[in-house]
């Protein structure tokens, strides 16, 4: 019994060593398996970039093919020193900023393949639902390793405005960025005709006026179909209540508040008296010789113009153009800053996110900490093919003078959930560009026809069902502002 015994338990050791056996090989094939399903491993405590990795990026610029264009140089000397640096190259696709509302939908319903896409509270879909729907990858655990300029450079309370659930999933683009929409307009030109900074639309006709009748090789304004929606910008921000509200993309016509006090009321101006009024100023403006009169079919790069000394001045958020001013080549006119309405926006309107299906998450942090890290780059990021007019002139003061103006974005923390007007949002995108567009650079003939004409365009695209499915989830929203 004794032997028999004995044999058993050898019998069941052997069992036990080959289990353990089995389990440790299986463990380590496991491991093995892990490590090497992922094309930038850690190896001996080395970031290990041996296998070549090529990358797609969706990022946001004017047009596809203005920014490859624009950006063919930059972007061979980037993946040039991204292969010598990381083993990596990186195919980039620009998103028109006036196809955002269409395209962004498009990529994920159609389930496009792309490793790095940008990502925002106010696209549809927006950078939450992305999240929820799994569509994004979680980021905290990679970053700190694999991104470590990113890591250390963003402050913590940056890193939380972006948390969904306490978790990263998108790097900011910008620590801090204000909706300073404004007129960017030559200083030499007004020192030359001794008049003073412009303030209100009277001054900038009074500009213009002087540009026509004094220069002779000067367009007073360059804009095109890409920048109209500037001008929509301009009637927003120097009306005194409206506040821009979630629910159609901020790249078209959007909505806006009523006012200040009832932030879920809201407006979409295009049916107000203001509009029908800025409507016939934009005619006049056309008709002087403002802009010029090819602005509806103009695909030209516009900066490029203005900095060639052929045009007097251009419309934009002046942050998207630089991280401060040159006080003496050019001025500017914000919009909002008089009725305190410059908007300091939240972290998750401009991000960039990694796709969660994406075989090449570490890689693709190691170019983003790449891109962000470097002063030739990182306008790849931040300006898109906009380009950078404007240089690092004053910088502090300026984010400082801002700071101390600006509001919170009051629906900053709020995500509109489109899935029930998907439909009508894209309808009335589609309406904006056909009938908007046109109106607001005075190319669609009589304004008061033209208006009436777009709003009954906008009635049977839905924009109603838009604007009552935006009130009635802002019902239990709590504000910030």
Same mark, same amino acid.
């Given at each position: 019994?004794?032997?028999?015994?004995?044999?058993?338990?050898?019998?069941?050791?052997?069992?036990?060593?080959?289990?353990?056996?089995?389990?440790?090989?299986?463990?380590?094939?496991?491991?093995?398996?892990?490590?090497?399903?992922?094309?930038? /491993?850690?190896?001996?405590?080395?970031?290990?970039?041996?296998?070549?990795?090529?990358?797609?990026?969706?990022?946001?610029?004017?047009?596809?093919?203005?920014?490859?264009?624009?950006?063919?140089?930059?972007?061979?000397?980037?993946?040039?020193?991204?292969?010598?640096?990381?083993?990596?190259?990186?195919?980039?696709?620009?998103?028109?900023?006036?196809?955002?509302?269409?395209?962004?939908?498009?990529?994920?319903?159609?389930?496009?393949?792309?490793?790095?896409?940008?990502?925002?509270?106010?696209?549809?879909?927006?950078?939450?639902?992305?999240?929820?729907? +799994?569509?994004?990858?979680?980021?905290?655990?990679?970053? /700190?390793?694999?991104?470590?300029?990113?890591?250390?450079?963003?402050s913590p309370d940056v890193w939380d405005d972006t948390k969904y659930k306490g978790k990263i999933y998108g790097i900011p683009l910008e620590e801090v960025k204000y909706r300073a929409n404004?007129?960017?307009?030559?200083?030499?030109?007004?020192?030359?005709?001794?008049?003073?900074?412009?303030?209100?639309?009277?001054?900038?006709?009074?500009?213009?006026?002087?540009?026509?009748?004094?220069?002779?090789?000067?367009?007073?304004?360059?804009?095109?179909?890409?920048?109209?929606?500037?001008?929509?910008?301009?009637?927003?921000?120097?009306? /005194?209540?409206?506040?821009?509200? /979630?629910?159609?993309?901020?790249?078209?016509?959007?909505?806006?508040?009523?006012?200040?006090?009832?932030?879920?009321?809201?407006?979409?101006?295009?049916?107000?008296?203001?509009?029908?009024?800025?409507?016939?100023?934009?005619?006049?403006?056309?008709?002087?010789?403002?802009?010029?009169?090819?602005?509806?079919?103009?695909?030209?790069?516009?900066?490029?113009?203005?900095?060639?000394?052929?045009?007097?001045?251009?419309?934009?958020?002046?942050?998207?153009?630089?991280?401060?001013?040159?006080?003496?080549?050019?001025?500017?006119?914000?919009?909002?800053?008089?009725?305190?309405?410059?908007?300091?926006?939240?972290?998750?309107?401009?991000?960039?996110?990694?796709?969660?299906?994406?075989?090449?998450?570490?890689?693709?942090?190691?170019?983003?900490?790449?891109?962000?890290?470097?002063?030739?780059?990182?306008?790849?990021?931040?300006?898109?093919?906009?380009?950078?007019?404007?240089?690092?002139?004053?910088?502090?003061?300026?984010?400082?003078?801002?700071?101390?103006?600006?509001?919170?974005?009051?629906?900053?923390?709020?995500?509109?959930?489109?899935?029930?007007?998907?439909? +009508?949002?894209?309808?009335?995108?589609?309406?904006?560009?056909?009938?908007?567009?046109?109106?607001?650079?005075?190319?669609?003939?009589?304004?008061?026809?033209?208006?009436?004409?777009?709003?009954?365009?906008?009635?049977?695209?839905?924009?109603?069902?838009?604007?009552?499915?935006?009130?009635?989830?802002?019902?239990?929203?709590?504000?910030?502002?």
């Open positions: 019994m004794i032997r028999t015994s004995r044999r058993k338990s050898k019998g069941a050791l052997t069992v036990i060593i080959i289990i353990l056996v089995g389990v440790v090989l299986g463990y380590s094939v496991l491991n093995s398996s892990i490590v090497t399903t992922s094309s930038t /491993p850690i190896v001996d405590g080395q970031i290990d970039t041996s296998r070549y990795v090529k990358l797609s990026m969706l990022l946001i610029g004017p047009s596809s093919t203005e920014a490859i264009m624009d950006y063919k140089d930059i972007i061979a000397r980037l993946n040039k020193e991204l292969k010598d640096s990381i083993n990596t190259n990186v195919e980039i696709t620009f998103i028109p900023f006036d196809e955002i509302g269409r395209e962004y939908s498009l990529i994920f319903n159609s389930k496009e393949t792309y490793d790095v896409i940008y990502a925002s509270s106010r696209a549809n879909p927006g950078y939450f639902k992305l999240v929820e729907q +799994e569509n994004l990858k979680e980021l905290d655990e990679l970053l /700190p390793i694999y991104a470590k300029n990113i890591w250390e450079n963003i404004s007129l960017i307009y030559r200083g030499d030109l007004l020192e030359k005709y001794e008049m003073e900074p412009l303030m209100s639309l009277d001054d900038i006709k009074e500009f213009m006026d002087t540009i026509l009748i004094e220069e002779i090789d000067i367009t007073p304004i360059v804009i095109n179909e890409n920048s109209a929606i500037s001008l929509y910008d301009m009637l927003v921000d120097l009306n /005194p209540d409206w506040i821009p509200a /979630p629910g159609i993309p901020q790249s078209s016509l959007y909505l806006v508040s009523k006012s200040k006090e009832n932030m879920s009321d809201i407006l979409y101006p295009v049916f107000s008296n203001e509009f029908m009024e800025f409507a016939k100023e934009m005619r006049d403006w056309a008709e002087k010789g403002y802009w010029q009169e090819e602005a509806l079919t103009d695909n030209s790069t516009i900066i490029d113009s203005l900095e060639s000394g052929k045009d007097g001045s251009i419309f934009g958020n002046i942050f998207d153009y630089s991280n401060g001013f040159n006080d003496q080549k050019y001025r500017f006119f914000c919009f909002g800053e008089k009725n305190q309405k410059v908007i300091k926006e939240s972290a998750v309107k401009n991000l960039l996110s990694i796709n969660s299906d994406s075989r090449n998450v570490e890689r693709a942090l190691m170019v983003i900490d790449f891109i962000m890290d470097s002063e030739e780059f990182n306008g790849l990021f931040t300006y898109g093919a906009q380009g950078q007019i404007f240089k690092d002139i004053k910088q502090k003061e300026v984010l400082d003078y801002y700071e101390n103006i600006s509001i919170e974005d009051p629906y900053g923390g709020f995500t509109f959930d489109a899935t029930s007007v998907e439909e +009508e949002i894209q309808s009335v995108i589609k309406v904006n560009s056909q009938y908007g567009i046109p109106i607001l650079l005075g190319k669609a003939g009589d304004p008061v026809e033209a208006v009436n004409r777009y709003r009954e365009k906008l009635k049977a695209a839905g924009i109603q069902k838009i604007i009552d499915a935006v009130e009635e989830q802002l019902k239990d929203f709590s504000f910030i502002y």
